[in-house]
């Protein structure tokens, strides 16, 4: 298998970073702590819809519509979930 990189949340919170990371390459991605994008109805949508869909997202651009791709996979890791305190 092979990674295109690990990255972080903040790369994935608008949609625009998202459909770009999305678009890059064919190469697995895996985003560490991705909660602040996750906190965006906007982005978790286009998550939703590079899963069901080959788009990522859609924009008009030079007086025409043009879609992007959803090429890679995205693995998301939140540290948070899997801490706990020990006493």
Request: aromatic share 6%.
């Amino acid at each position: 298998m092979h990674w295109l990189g690990l990255i972080g949340g903040s790369t994935i919170d608008t949609v625009p970073r998202f459909g770009n990371l999305a678009s890059q390459s064919t190469f697995l991605v895996l985003v560490i702590k991705p909660m602040g994008a996750l906190r965006r109805e906007e982005v978790v949508e286009a998550i939703k819809s590079s899963v069901k869909s080959v788009t990522a997202r859609g924009r008009f651009a030079n007086s025409g519509y043009r879609t992007i791709k959803a090429l890679n996979q995205l693995t998301l890791r939140e540290a948070r979930l899997y801490h706990r305190t020990v006493r």
